[in-house]
């Protein structure tokens, strides 16, 4: 027991005690990792780093290749581009204006033929009035004899007037001479009272007479007036008579007829609808700025209502084809604007609506008309209507594509860009017209039609070889 409590001792000792070696091993740990980082920074600062690669000198840009199309004055004014529908003029129903039995239907009065002016239609029996026209010239005969007769005895009371009064004055003598002599007693009284009977009764029946004159006077008169009436019944019997033949007023097509042959018709009776196509005319509607524009571009608007005779070209397309017949903007359609579109109802009149024109896909006019043509203007189609306007202020224009969708022009001045933003006057067949004053715009200017990318005010731009 005694041996082994010395030898625990020095064990405890050489514990506690830290050993050379891990000492050694952490002053290592530190100082090489400091040395090689060291000599790493002493070899970059001698071989000096990474040398900056030599610079290039940049090429001057260049100018920017772009196709340009010109600015074009606008001197003949502007077209407005309106839609509109092809209506009749006027529709006309023809109705019988004397009553009768339908005799004969002509094959021209079914739906949809078309008839001439003056073309027979219908006819009624015309038996009863051709029998009134018969009595009513006889009555009128007898008339005329009865004014003969009393013409006659018109004359022979004349002739017995004429003698009545040459008896008066036989008589008025007598009894003058027979007064005389009475005085003197040459003559009794009684021969003169019966001198005095024969000058009152001469003088009664020169009285007599002329009543009789005066009477047949007025009985003249009586039978004029029944000439005159029969006159009147007579000519109102024939146009009676030419009423039982019904033509047609217009030039037109039937669009509804009403009645068959045997039928019988009163007066009033409808019988047949025609539409005249003799003229034609389109109803469309304008904006108030397009109506702005019509009335700008005349002096005379046709009174607060109407409006100046513009010309106007209708337009009908069909397949690559358009068919354009001459019109005239004739009136307004109606009192006012319409209360949902507010638009101004307007008719533009075609007077020849079978005289067209045939136009191929590139604007050129064709000598003659295809066989699919339409023949004229019908009823019910869909057309383009082109109103031909005077401006007052100068215009110029550009082609659509010139214009950005931010409403922005890039003209071509001096070899640079201008970027220009000018207010639309007008938009039409592909250009779009400013007004030259307050547009910024010139007539030899040209404005950049292709595209460009980056574009800013002042770069360099160029004409691109075609």
């Known amino acids: 027991m005694s041996e082994s409590h010395p030898a625990g001792r020095p064990a405890a000792v050489a514990t506690a005690a830290p050993p050379r070696d891990g000492v050694v091993r952490q002053i290592v740990g530190w100082v090489l990792p400091a040395t090689i980082l060291g000599a790493a920074i002493g070899g970059y600062l001698v071989l000096g780093g990474p040398k900056a690669p030599p610079r290039k000198e940049k090429d001057p840009p260049k100018p920017v290749a772009v196709r340009t199309s010109p600015v074009e004055p606008v001197a003949t004014g502007i077209d407005l581009e309106v839609d509109g529908v092809v209506v009749p003029l006027r529709e006309v129903t023809l109705a019988a204006e004397v009553p009768g039995r339908v005799l004969r239907k002509m094959d021209a009065c079914n739906e949809g033929r078309v008839v001439a002016a003056g073309d027979v239609l219908f006819e009624l029996d015309r038996r009863d009035y051709e029998l009134d026209v018969s009595r009513l010239e006889k009555e009128l005969s007898q008339a005329g004899l009865s004014i003969e007769e009393v013409d006659e005895e018109l004359a022979q009371n004349a002739l017995s007037v004429d003698l009545a009064r040459r008896q008066v004055d036989l008589a008025r003598r007598e009894v003058t001479r027979l007064e005389a002599l009475k005085a003197g007693r040459i003559v009794t009284e009684s021969e003169a009272d019966r001198a005095v009977r024969d000058e009152l009764t001469a003088a009664n029946g020169l009285t007599t007479l002329e009543g009789q004159r005066r009477v047949l006077a007025k009985r003249r008169n009586r039978l004029l007036e029944a000439q005159s009436l029969a006159a009147t019944m007579l000519e109102k019997a024939k146009l009676d008579l030419s009423r039982t033949t019904i033509t047609s007023p ?24 025609i539409e005249d196509t003799s003229v034609t005319e389109v109803k469309t509607s304008l904006r108030m700025d397009e109506v702005a524009r019509v009335w700008g571009g005349k002096d005379d608007t046709g009174g607060v209502h109407g409006f100046p005779e513009v010309p106007a070209k209708v ?57 699919e043509a339409p023949r004229s203007l019908l009823r019910g189609m869909f057309v383009e209507i082109w109103l031909h306007v005077d401006v007052a202020q100068p215009l110029v224009s550009v082609p659509q594509e010139a214009v950005r969708p931010t409403g922005e022009l890039f003209v071509m001045r001096e070899g640079k860009l201008a970027i220009l933003k000018p207010k639309p006057f007008h938009v039409s067949g592909g250009r779009v017209a400013f007004d030259e004053r307050d547009s910024g715009l010139a007539s030899d200017d040209r404005v950049v039609v292709s595209q460009l990318s980056n574009p800013r005010d002042g770069m360099e731009i160029t004409e691109a070889v075609k």
């Open 250 to 273: 217009v030039h037109g097509i039937i669009v509804e007829d009403k009645v068959e042959q045997d039928s019988f018709v009163a007066k009033g009776t409808p019988l047949v609808t």
């Open 315 to 371: 337009v009908f397309v069909l397949g690559d084809r358009r068919y354009e017949w001459d019109g005239v903007l004739s009136r307004q359609g109606g009192r006012g604007l319409d209360e949902k579109t507010r638009t101004l109802p307007c008719r533009v009149r075609v007077p020849e609506p079978t005289k067209l024109r045939a136009v191929d896909r590139y604007g050129a006019v064709l000598p003659a008309l295809p066989p």
